[in-house]
């Protein structure tokens, strides 16, 4: 491996290649809208231009693109050359700072939810200053926006950066009602850990199911799965800790801060983790991680699986969205310290994420909203489909205190002693992870855990930004109207009333626990089970009111989401539906009736020899003959289902495949399934379980 402090960031137009190459004035500028998200003056852009184009040039880049983030949730880019010509036939290699500004991509073919008509075709893509310019696959690659040609926002970038934006002005006003006149910025970041599988590529290549869908439609359990929980942080195998190391040097060279590995719960399941950056560079590095992740799978004769629940009976992929903020001085402001309940900053803060979070379930389950994440919110892998959040007992303690005007006894350090005496003594933590919670506070952030595996990081945390925003704007209105004289005394009342009011959102218990679900519904918390059933409640008339207030979202773009994503809802169990169909009656159906035929000519063969007992054959045959019939009436019945839907609304199409479609598609799958544990080996079609699990 190459040395790593030389190797990381190689491949970005990170500060110190700014530093190296930019006048430093442009430097300067550059940098403080970096940091801070001030406006940089378009008259740079041509400094910048031409410093990116030299060093990329050097680097042996011929073409550049604006990679922008549309609302398909993966990235798209359009690859421009250098090359202009000049007299003579010749050319020369130039790259202006308009081109590095605005660029025009095709926009007709990216889902807009009704933004835009389908003959405006012309969009615009947006430099983006605060995120690096990095090169990949020989491309200088432009971090950027994406609108339409009539302003309307098509992407996730613009939302996030709003919501950056409207957290930073909140946070900063309780920072100076603290006192702290020093700090001029707040961020918050984001730490994501990334789940997902790994199986052979030449297995995926014969099941179609995986090749269209991204996940196993049918598939018997085989007879080991995750039962004895012996992959979970285990040896690493060659093969794939060789595609490990290969992935680290690819995200190095791209700058991203790629610290964990391991293996997950699951049978050729694995996790990635990375150290915190601001939200806007972790969503860019998340992105550029699973695309990495495909490409470098390919070259070690693999597959990577990102989808939240490929594999039926182990466990799903997700992403935990380690979430906090920090001033532009170092300072993280979910950071309790040694003594919590006379941290009253933190406590601010802490109320006011409880509160949002208690305000907002519906926006935070529709954050993580899909499909495929359907499959895996309530397994006991996941999270419940109902939203609380996890403190930990010491700060319940502590806001019982505060809610209740009791008396708190500070907790004194506590250690864990082994009983061996050669080990050292270690300090007990007053918090727990909590893998249950949906949100769970872990010492100096909240892991917000109900996003699945192939997950932009962007909606969930545009949701998260600007809900705390507006809590927070809710505090400060009401502080700044006191007098200092009376501010001790009004932020206790305030920071009482609010706990006392949302304390129905905070368990630390099992939240897989049947009883759990009969103990939300007795608090009042929604348990918004599908993405049909929650993504309605977006439009609901606070949640319109508050993207408004904070600058994220017009109705108009919050209606175009709505649309957008149940139609992708829509769309993808229509094409997991047709998937299952072609492999049914073309792989499955052919394989067991040619199985059958075999059985059928031993049974002939053995019947006319007097005296030889046919009892297996005809058992297991008239089994094969019972489940075939039931295999061809479910696809008959599949098949007529989805040439009844003919609705042109997108919600009653999202909901027609939800309560119609996908239950006769987990019929069918079910029959196949048992199928499969009674047909010969050599006759099933494609890899089984046990084939794609255990490789």
């Not at 909240?446 to 705390?468: D, K, Q, T």
């Not at 000519?601 to 007097?610: T, Y």
Request: glycine share 6%; hydrophobic share 40%.
């Amino acid at each position: 491996m190459s040395n790593v402090p030389e190797l990381f960031g190689s491949n970005v137009f990170n500060e110190n290649v700014m530093k190296e190459r930019l006048p430093k004035a442009v430097y300067k500028a550059l940098k403080k809208t970096i940091q801070s998200g001030n406006p940089l003056d378009p008259s740079l852009a041509e400094s910048v231009a031409v410093a990116m184009k030299d060093w990329a040039i050097q680097k042996g880049v011929t073409h550049y693109t604006h990679w922008f983030q549309p609302l398909t949730g993966f990235t798209a880019e359009k690859h421009d050359s250098f090359i202009e010509p000049t007299e003579g036939g010749n050319v020369i290699m130039e790259f202006s700072g308009r081109n590095l500004i605005q660029g025009e991509p095709d926009a007709s073919s990216f889902p807009s939810g009704g933004l835009r008509s389908t003959f405006e075709a012309r969009g615009y893509t947006a430099w983006d200053p605060t995120s690096y310019a990095f090169i990949k696959d020989n491309t200088l690659c432009i971090p950027t926006t994406f609108c339409s040609y009539g302003g309307e926002v098509l992407d996730k970038k613009i939302p996030l950066l709003r919501s950056m934006e409207a957290i930073n002005r909140q946070a900063l006003r309780i920072l100076r009602l603290f006192g702290n006149t020093e700090a001029t910025h707040v961020s918050t970041t984001v730490g994501p850990e990334q789940e997902y599988f790994l199986i052979d590529a030449e297995m995926f290549k014969q099941r179609e199911d995986l090749r269209f869908t991204g996940r196993t439609l049918f598939g018997a359990m085989p007879p080991k799965g995750q039962e004895l929980e012996d992959h979970y942080f285990g040896a690493i195998r060659p093969r794939v800790i060789s595609f490990m190391q290969d992935l680290d040097e690819e995200l190095w060279k791209l700058g991203i801060l790629a610290k964990t590995r391991h293996n997950e719960v699951a049978p050729a399941q694995h996790e990635l983790a990375t150290i915190y950056s601001t939200t806007n560079n972790a969503t860019d590095n998340n992105q550029l991680v699973m695309e990495m992740m495909k490409k470098v799978a390919a070259r070690h004769g693999l597959t990577c699986l990102l989808h939240e629940k490929p594999f039926d009976g182990v466990n799903g992929s997700g992403k935990h969205n380690n979430w906090s903020m920090a001033t532009d001085l170092g300072e993280n402001l979910l950071e309790p310290g040694k003594t919590p309940r006379e941290n009253m900053q933190f406590l601010t803060y802490l109320t006011a994420i409880i509160k949002a979070v208690d305000d907002y379930q519906d926006l935070m389950r529709i954050s993580v909203a899909s499909a495929g994440n359907d499959h895996r919110l309530g397994a006991n892998e996941a999270p419940p489909a109902i939203v609380s959040v996890f403190i930990g007992d010491e700060l319940e303690a502590v806001i019982e205190s505060l809610a209740n005007d009791e008396k708190y006894t500070e907790q004194g350090n506590d250690y864990l002693d082994f009983g061996v005496r050669a080990m050292p003594k270690l300090p007990k933590d007053s918090t727990d992870r909590n893998r249950t919670s949906p949100f769970a506070f872990t010492g100096n952030k909240f892991e917000f855990r109900m996003l699945g595996s192939g997950f932009s990081l962007a909606c969930p945390n545009i949701i998260l930004n600007a809900i705390v925003a507006d809590t927070l704007c809710v505090f400060a209105d009401e502080l700044e109207a006191v007098s200092p004289a009376e501010f001790d005394e009004a932020l206790n009342k305030l920071l009482k009333t609010q706990l006392q009011a949302h304390k129905r959102i905070i368990f630390n218990g099992n939240n897989y626990a049947p009883e759990w679900v009969d103990e939300a519904e007795r608090r009042g918390l929604l348990n918004l089970k599908s993405t049909p059933e929650a993504l309605p409640h977006y439009m609901d008339a606070k949640n319109v009111a508050m993207f408004a207030r904070q600058g994220i979202y017009s109705r108009k773009e919050m209606q175009a989401r709505v649309e957008s994503i149940m139609e992708e809802y829509h769309k993808v169990l229509h094409i997991e539906a047709l998937t299952m169909l072609d492999m049914a009656q073309t792989e499955i159906l052919p394989a067991v009736l040619t199985y059958s035929h075999e059985l059928a000519d031993c049974l002939l063969a053995k019947k006319q020899i007097a005296g030889i007992s046919c009892t297996a054959e005809e058992k297991l045959l008239t089994k094969i003959s019972e489940c075939s019939d039931g295999l061809a009436q479910n696809i008959a019945d599949l098949q007529a289902l989805l040439n009844d839907c003919d609705s042109p609304n997108s919600e009653a199409k999202a909901m027609y495949y939800h309560d119609k479609v996908l239950p006769k598609m987990n019929e069918l799958r079910a029959v196949a399934d048992q199928l499969e544990g009674l047909c010969a080996a050599k006759y099933w079609p494609f890899p089984t379980y046990s084939q794609l699990l255990f490789y």
